[in-house]
């Protein structure tokens, strides 16, 4: 008999759709202990709120996140609200002795981060980022190979994250499903939400970055604000490019852009070493490149896995070789490591920890930016 | 308040999974007016049964599948069993009044077949076979295009199911997971099991077969039995290849094996009509290529669609553009569209006299490679 | 100092210079004791053959092929000309002891091939067949592997070769640059232009076959011919499908036509050993798909060979890693071929025997397809 | 009857033999009133310069270049030397009123460069330098897209120039086939090799760069060297990043190294407009990828343009539909180009003023990189 472990979520969005599925789903393909229960939902509107209760299956809802924070019977906070509510909810939750998976980024900034990080180390709960694409199995192929110490002396990193879905200038800014084009919601634009992937899987894969010099741009200055219904200034940035030094000597190259017609969510990554290189993007995730130098020289070339055997990260929990798993189940993968290291008594990761570090350097990438100069990251 | 449509399932392997997680995961995606409730698993080990019951949720368990059939309780019979008792179970089940889901291939032969189609056509009884792969959405939008007529006359079709797990000689048949390479239970091979998913493919998009001539192999001949424990002749083809012609006077060429080295589970299909041509492969499922001879000349060539846009099929009850769905969620869609054409009173597809018309084509398949003749098919 | 080898050339169409090219070519990059020299070009209008002499400065011109290959001054008698035209000049050039190079298809049928042979063997001249595709770097780079064995066991070989050249049914047939729908010039359709580079390619590599069922279509019947101004029944195949048997064991799958809308020239071939697959086409002519069966499992997939390296077969010679050549050059590699085997006393491949025993399958093909039947091939 | 074009090369390693073979080729496939004369061959030691001499079939061989400049027979001083030696031959043939292909870089520096190009528009000498990229058919399309302004506003270029062939540290630097990795004879190292490429191509495309901020890495900070048999410091740059604003608005990212395993030459770009994308990289040089925003939104995606059509640029000229060309091939167009703007009293470009402005961005790029600072470019 499985042991529940009572979820509370905060916000209902894309995000609060991906995370409910992962809680509904982990237990019939990953053997566990606990059974994750959708308690409660949280949000503002009560009919929308109790509609998304009624689909995913909650057994309460609430309005008042403070409420569903204190209530007895949880034992997860799950936020899923825009990026400015992460830290007071994350501090409030840790305040009552819940374990809280916050979504990405952390913060607004590293300063926020960092009490953020405070508050759950002092209450030693639980805690996690859904940075997840950590969790798809390529990529964590990526990191056994990697670790492996195959592809000897790291050289180059390099990250895009190339979207075309605000090119359109009469799109508006802020609101429901528009929150990330709005500063005061978001943060930074393609910085914040894009990047900040790049940067913890590639920090997780090559280690922390040491140096930047970024460049930003908004190529659309105004738009219609839909909380105000007035023409505003955007002040997100469309377009974030940074290059720079990773601790362990390799170079970085990074850009992340909401204008690259054609690119509808284009994560690449590639990691170039002395015996042997990687590539990886979201478009055809089930698939890792791979070159290996010390192949027979005659018939080396770029290898394209289809991350689908039961060997592989992840796989054998799912269905038969060839069969390909989709954007959703990194959630999935995440929530079963997350309940497995509760188990285990260890610490799943990323955690606050973790994510305050891309935090401290979106910060620099940003005041780079902003100062045109190179920008030292002191962990 | 949704209306509750109880599914009783025989058999818990692959496909058992496969069919729990649509039935699972429909109603938080697709907006119905029934749900789908887990009310009965059945199979005849009843420490597994009960272990799988737990898992997925199902509210009881049986262990003769006629106990199940004959349960008031229970609206829908989901065969998931080896192929030989398709039939029998189909029938006892129509006689009982259930809506009937079968796994494909609808039977072990094409006589066979017919009395499944007369039974539920007589009883009146909802009806569906598991071909899900018309659900890709990359399919069902190349169905779309060559309905629009927008290919013109058709001149070619061809389709291929590659894989490579059965080419290691100590591989035993028979038993639990390796029912499929025992004749007794499976009927043929990879007729049966893969091309059956390509005919029915091919004439769901290019209309009915008319003519084949068929060549078969069976590269390893004997292996031990693991329900005899001793070593047997091997009943089953290995490959089989297979050209012909559709009623629409384009050509056919098929081939399918299990000794493809390299191709886990690689259907590919193309079809290619006077202004312009598709094609499609399961191990990127989620994409679809696409030549328009009618674009302008300078810049003509072969399009890579990925098929995750909000207007794509299906596919605006997922997640965003850019992030793939995979394999699962083609059953999940075939229940989508089972309980909405419950609910408008039609009936979904393919339903069991579709399926009647691949079982043809499968017996004319094996009866030409086995008399080295063309054979015709009437429908 | 080089010595000369005088050519005396028989048509000037596409193949005319691909061939004048390759002999203009050959010596700065591959090293020789020979130098191809054009001494004199053949064809009926004295206007264009003069014209293309000067073009491609050929030392002198003929009208009348017979005179040509009387010449004593010419060492080879390179035919270029329609497939009619094979037999008879190359019987005419064997009496007068000339070394011939010979288009494919060897000849109208497999009786004609015969005698060809006979003239050439009986006359002991040097004698060659333009399958140039057996020198494209990727194929001979797959021959090399595959006579290692490393493939281990061959199951399946497939190949296509996929147009859309004739779709439109205003294309007339016969003349000039239209001989190829003519059947009275050609012999066949695709079967002999196309099919007949798969059959030679296949063969070479994986050795004989021996047994095959065929299917022929012509889809548009009637064209306008070029030379009688009338609208005239096509004699042509447009279309031809078959499989077979290789005397190895393996089954074959071919496929070729003009009616494969958005593919221009479309070889392909791919071959499934027990320990590996070997994949390629023609329109990516400088890369090789390998599938290693025995490589970690784990990191194990299709790779990519851009055989552009030194070590490369022929790629020495040319420019530097990661610089591709083309088409063309297939010839350039045939001729250095043919010319070291003349110094080394050596015959180069395929000889006229070697493309009888294509010729001998092409003649199977069609037989099969006019009786509906399987047909054995002895060679 | 075609005029003589009288060609004296100076230098014959790889671009001596890729220009050689332009000359030789260039009539037999463009229609043209002057023929290329390879009148001289010029290096410094003897006996190589006639063995290649008598490959290539070149009239005569010279020692001294000043000789070769002089030489009344000699219509075109063709430079391809180490980096260093630009400057001086080209002043010097200048002042001789000889016409200038010089290779590429222009220079060591802009300063030099300036010097160059005053040379050569005081003289009205007819110059170019051989970016041979600009005639990559696919590029040249690319080209003809963007400027049909059917992109749109653009929002961003990348462009990247990887290869992996100096990362073993036991290659020595400087003499005969590596003066690329001794900074005295090429003056920079992936910034003037191949960046320089980069640049080129993206300001013909995409109009001037206007800003740059660069990070340069020497990851062998010492190499034996050839010329003094010493292990020294090396000078060059191995790898190179830079980003940046185009004067149009655009960003731009580049990078160049020689340390990305895997990638042999693979120069990449991407241009991203409002209304569509082109990609293009030089491992298949011979495809463009485009996306059509306007395209219908169901069936749009990403395009592979098999350029090897007769209405594709140069195309033409060579095979049928289908047959590929490589890399030799851009420089016979160059070749081709530049005899018919003599012919019409044009200017072929890239002249010495065009690869003057690349010449900026280079010393931009380094000035940046050593000052760890923004800096402007004014042409």
């Known amino acids: 008999m499985l042991k529940p472990l009572n979820i509370g979520m905060i916000g209902y969005g894309f995000m609060g759709r991906a995370h409910s599925n992962a809680y509904r789903q982990v237990n019939q393909f990953f053997p566990l202990k606990h059974r994750a229960v959708l308690k409660a939902i949280c949000a503002r509107d009560k009919n929308k709120v109790e509609e998304f209760a009624s689909t995913w299956g909650y057994e309460s809802t609430e309005t008042d996140w403070k409420k569903l924070v204190e209530r007895k019977d949880i034992d997860v906070i799950d936020i899923c609200t825009p990026n400015h509510l992460h830290a007071e909810i994350s501090k409030h939750a840790a305040a009552f002795g819940k374990m809280i998976l916050c979504e990405k980024p952390l913060s607004m900034n590293a300063e926020e981060g960092l009490e953020m990080v405070s508050a759950v180390e002092k209450a030693k709960v639980p805690n996690m980022v859904w940075y997840n694409y950590r969790r798809v199995p390529a990529i964590t192929l990526a990191k056994q190979i990697i670790d492996s110490g195959k592809l000897g002396r790291i050289f180059h990193y390099r990250s895009n994250f190339l979207q075309d879905w605000t090119i359109n200038p009469e799109l508006p800014q802020g609101g429901a499903a528009l929150w990330r084009l709005d500063v005061a919601s978001a943060g930074s634009g393609v910085t914040g939400d894009l990047l900040a992937h790049c940067?913890?899987?590639?920090?997780?894969?090559?280690?922390?970055l040491s140096t930047v010099s970024a460049l930003i741009e908004t190529f659309v200055k105004e738009r219609k604000h839909n909380l105000t219904g007035k023409v505003e200034k955007v002040g997100i940035d469309d377009a974030c490019t940074f290059m720079g030094r990773f601790a362990n000597g390799s170079l970085a190259s990074f850009e992340s852009t909401r204008y690259a017609?054609?690119?509808?969510?284009?994560?690449?990554?590639?990691?170039?070493?002395?015996?042997?290189?990687?590539?990886?993007?979201?478009?055809?995730?089930?698939?890792?490149?791979?070159?290996?130098?010390?192949?027979?020289?005659?018939?080396?070339?770029?290898?394209?896995?289809?991350?689908?055997?039961?060997?592989?990260?992840?796989?054998?929990?799912?269905?038969?070789?060839?069969?390909?798993?989709?954007?959703?189940?990194?959630f999935i993968h995440q929530v079963a490591d997350f309940i497995a290291a509760l188990e285990s008594g260890t610490n799943a990761q990323p955690d606050f920890r973790s994510a305050y570090q891309t935090q401290l350097v979106l910060d620099a990438v940003l005041k780079s930016a902003r100062e045109k100069n190179w920008v030292s990251i002191a962990y």
């Open 199 to 208: 940067i913890d899987t590639a920090m997780w894969l090559n280690g922390p």
């Open 261 to 330: 017609r054609g690119h509808k969510a284009l994560f690449t990554l590639e990691i170039n070493g002395e015996y042997g290189s990687l590539a990886w993007d979201l478009h055809d995730l089930h698939r890792l490149s791979i070159f290996d130098y010390k192949e027979d020289s005659l018939t080396r070339g770029w290898k394209s896995v289809h991350v689908t055997d039961g060997e592989h990260p992840y796989m054998k929990n799912w269905w038969v070789p060839g069969l390909q798993i989709g954007y959703e189940h990194t």
